[in-house]
């Protein structure tokens, strides 16, 4: 067996922070989306004046963003605007992305890719062979007539550019925003997406920002809350039927029960893959300002969302008025005192001042109980699809989130295969493995070889276990620590392996090289979907399988060191010469020209 070549995605580990960015190529737009952000933005002017004014960044701006976020290590990032499909230069920026080995996603109202761009073939043509990775296609409505209400462009244009992309097998994604002219519609545009090829649909509740600034300005644009539970939740379960990622964007986490391991709100949107983690907008700034990261706590939002407590009154003169009892910023969002014993304040956005006068708390209710570690819940970061990237134009992304959809908990007391390296202290290991406390195991030894990940995939193959449990000839193990291992995978469901004596399966400190593992503890499908060890290594083996495993979304977890005496060391040297090796074969882990370097 030896290791499956990659399938064009990657699965970010939940928790870890986004290295998505933005090419905000400039506000220009011809689109009339009622809800837009950047309505209203020239003084004494029509809704979109501004946006119809406004002038895209030059091409040489927007490339030199494009290198600077590959230089700044960013993986992948969003070209928004405006409409950016009306920037003559889009190509050449997907282009430069390609040659960068950045992932590219083009968000659009998909009005203007199946006309001809540069005056001969099709724009949507020349995107997909400039190497463009994927779209993001604003679906507000399942109707023509909505559609148009709600933007004045045509749905039927955006699913003539869909059906194009179908044709050819490439998947992509959809945005619908909340708003209260399409809450009823929400299970059809569903239907819409289940039956195209969309991949991750993203739903976001309408937020009153920018010139959106009082409760009356924004009372025929937000829906209430109970409105939205129903239908939203009817959508939900059609995506997921039809092996569709959700996020909703947003609400607050009580909005809609069930709903929660969808929910990313101002708390835990940088830990969203798609998130991006550099500047929009800034047209006046130079390239190198725009596309460096912001610095993000890994335990929590922005400092500008940061969650403030003590008691706050705030004013809207004759439209009311809203206490709290703790805001988020500089009360850019309040927790009424309905939410002061709620233990998912942590994880909670917090409710727009503007929404509490306009619609009140009915629907809301605080949480007894919210497990997690902030900023995500435990209920998020289990919800594996969410965290699915598309790197490749073609990849399957449904297919891939299926798969993490049909997991399945391990079975009770499940049969473990315990693997044992051939060479000196094998059979030492050996002796210690057949006092485990296990219920059912068997032990198996690798047979000599010349590759000790080739010796490790033959004996896998005649393994029974749903557990496979590796160990180095010399390990010694402690009699639970098979028992220990197995409690472990049962009881987080969302992980996949059980690193054990040494190591680490935390993603940054794989990334920066620490390649320390002894023991390695793997459910069996992962093994299967990494396709097991990789032929050519030695002592850098275990750390290239838990790469692999976790671009697969397989990740895991360091149990007890205890449990392991091993005769190896713990640490192999980054000079090493399997390093380059193992980063070349992660190239869509590690940014490009990146090496690693010990923390
Ligand atoms: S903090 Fe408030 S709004 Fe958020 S989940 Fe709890 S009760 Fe709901």
């Known amino acids: 067996m030896s290791a499956a070549p990659r399938p064009g995605y990657l699965f970010r580990p939940p928790g870890e922070l986004s290295r998505s960015g933005v090419l905000d190529v400039g506000l220009r737009c011809a689109h009339s989306c009622r809800f837009c ?35 700044f290590g960013l993986i992948n990032f969003d070209i928004t605007g405006g409409e950016p499909a009306m920037h003559e ?80 097998g490439f998947q992509y994604s959809a945005n619908t925003v909340i708003h209260a002219g399409n809450v009823a519609e929400l299970p059809r545009i569903a239907e819409l997406s289940a039956s195209r090829g969309v991949y991750h649909h993203n739903f976001i509740v309408f937020n009153a920002y920018y010139r959106w600034d009082s409760p009356a ?47 990313v709100g101002v708390v835990g949107v940088h830990h969203d893959p798609h998130e991006w983690m550099n500047r929009a907008g800034n047209p006046e700034r130079p390239p190198g300002y725009c596309a460096e990261p912001l610095p993000v ?52 956005d917090g409710l727009d001042p503007k929404y509490v006068v306009l619609h009140g708390l009915a629907g809301l209710a605080p949480f007894a109980r919210m497990p ?31 798969r993490v959809l049909g997991r399945r908990p391990l079975a009770l ?44 995939n033959t004996a896998a193959r005649n393994a029974r276990g749903a557990v496979l449990a590796f160990f180095q000839a010399g390990d010694l193990p402690a009699p639970e620590l098979l028992a220990r291992s197995v409690d472990f995978l049962a009881g987080h469901p969302e992980l996949s392996l059980a690193n054990i004596g040494g190591g680490t399966a935390d993603f940054q400190a794989l990334l920066s090289g620490d390649s320390a593992s002894s023991a390695l503890v793997v459910r069996r499908e992962a093994f299967d979907a990494v396709g097991g060890f990789q032929d050519g290594l030695g002592e850098c083996l275990g750390w290239d399988f838990r790469l692999a495993a976790a671009a697969a979304g397989h990740f895991g977890d360091s149990v007890d060191a205890s449990l392991l005496r091993s005769s190896k060391p713990g640490r192999v040297d980054v000079r090493h010469h399997e390093f380059p090796l193992v980063i070349a074969r992660n190239a869509d882990i590690f940014p490009r020209g990146a090496a690693p370097a010990r923390r």
């Not at 933005?41 to 029509?46: D, Y």
């Not at 045509?154 to 550019?161: A, F, G, H, K």
């Not at 009154?313 to 014993?341: I, N, T």
């Not at 044992?420 to 030492?428: L, M, N, Q, R, S």
């Open 372 to 402: 997690g570690s902030p900023p995500l819940t435990l209920a998020r970061r289990a919800y594996l699809p969410a965290f699915a990237l598309k790197r490749a134009p073609l990849a399957d992304m449904r297919g891939a989130i299926a």
């Open 37 to 71: 952000y950047y309505s209203f933005m020239a003084e004494k002017a029509g809704q979109f004046d501004a946006l119809r004014r406004a002038s895209f960044r030059s091409s040489e701006d927007c490339l030199a963003i494009v290198d600077r976020m590959a230089d």
């Open 89 to 168: 230069g889009l190509p050449d920026m997907v282009r430069r992305a390609s040659r960068r080995g950045l992932s590219v996603r083009v968000i659009t109202l998909g009005q203007f890719l199946l006309r001809p761009g540069g005056g001969r073939e099709r724009l949507l043509d020349a995107l997909l062979k400039a190497g463009v990775t994927d779209f993001l296609f604003s679906l507000h409505s399942a109707g023509e007539e909505g559609f148009r209400e709600a933007t004045r462009g045509s749905l039927q244009t955006v699913l003539d550019t869909m059906e194009a992309l179908d044709a050819i």
């Open 413 to 456: 007391d499940p049969l473990v295969t315990a693997l044992v390296d051939a060479g000196e202290g094998a059979a030492t290991t050996l002796e210690a493995l057949r006092s485990q406390t296990c219920g059912a195991a068997e032990i198996l030894a690798c047979a000599a070889a010349a590759s000790p990940g080739r010796a490790r």
């Open 297 to 348: 706590p890994l335990d929590g939002p922005r400092d500008v969302y940061a969650l403030r407590f003590g008691p706050r009154r705030l004013d809207f003169g004759a439209e009311g008025a809203v206490s709290a009892v703790a805001v988020r910023g500089d009360d850019f969002k309040v927790f009424p005192p309905l939410c002061r014993d709620c233990a998912a304040m942590p994880y909670c």
């Open 217 to 263: 300005s924004i009372a025929d644009l937000q829906a209430s809350f109970p409105d939205i539970a129903g239908p939203l939740t009817r959508a939900v379960a059609v995506l997921y039927e039809a092996g569709v990622a959700v996020t909703v964007r947003y609400l607050p986490l009580c909005a809609a029960p069930g709903l929660e391991r969808h929910v």
